[in-house]
Each structure stands twice: as C-alpha cells, then as structure tokens.
C-alpha cells in the first residue's frame, strides 16, 4: 500500500503561481508513474498532468499545457506540480496518484483516472480573481 500525501495548495490571486508537493511517506516514487487530477465542486474529476515511469515523458490537458509543469526531485521521492499564471478555472481539489503498473503509456492512457493505483487526499488550491 502507498499513502500518498499532497501540500502546497492554498488561496492565490489571479496570475500567480503555486506548487503542489506529492510524497509517499518513506518511500520513493520512482517505480510509479504519477499523474494529477483535480476536482471542481459540482464537477467530475478530471486529468491535468502525468509523468511517466521510465521515459520522463510528460502529459498535459488542453487546459492547463503551457502553465503547469510536473516533475520529480532528483531522489524521486517526491512528485511537483507547478501552476503558474493561474485563473480562477484552476479552482479546485487537486490530487496526485501513482500507477504501478508498467504497460500503460501515452496520454490517452494517462489522462484516465483508471489508469492509477493509489490516491492522496487532495490539497485545496482557490484562486481568487
């Protein structure tokens, strides 16, 4: 089992930044693809970013490509998600998730919340315009 421990959310205005933290406790996260979804209140959960297991390659929605980078510390024991030029659309629950497996790949399989094995709580981020 892997407990997965998000931070980092909060309440920024319009046009800033943000970044997410996403930890196993005492475990790395290098055997895991990793992904982020977020929650709108009233809305279904949806797909912002991944990361791949081995390759390093990086996914992103339509909504929030150009503004959101995930990536690892160099130790893997730690996934991030940094939000910039936010908008008042980036409302919601975010939460990461780990994948196990090491057949999926490509956005398709990675934008689907399906795909993930373990999921943290979720971290509130609210952005105010």
């Known amino acids: 089992q892997v407990r997965l421990v998000e931070s980092g959310g909060g309440l920024v205005q319009a046009g800033g930044s943000l970044r997410l933290s996403c930890a196993a406790s005492?475990?790395?996260?290098?055997?895991?693809?990793m992904g982020w979804f977020r929650q709108a209140p009233g809305k279904e959960r949806e797909f912002a970013a991944a990361l791949s297991r081995s390759t390093g390659s990086t996914y992103y929605s339509d909504s929030v490509k150009g503004r959101f980078t995930i990536s690892r510390d160099n130790a893997r024991y730690t996934v991030y998600l940094h939000m910039n030029s936010l908008k008042p659309e980036d409302t919601a629950l975010y939460y990461c998730a780990a994948d196990r497996s090491i057949g999926g790949s490509g956005a398709s399989y990675y934008s689907r919340p399906t795909a993930y094995d373990y999921w943290g709580q979720g971290t509130q981020v609210t952005v105010s315009s």
């Open positions: 005492g475990r790395t996260l290098g055997n895991y693809a």
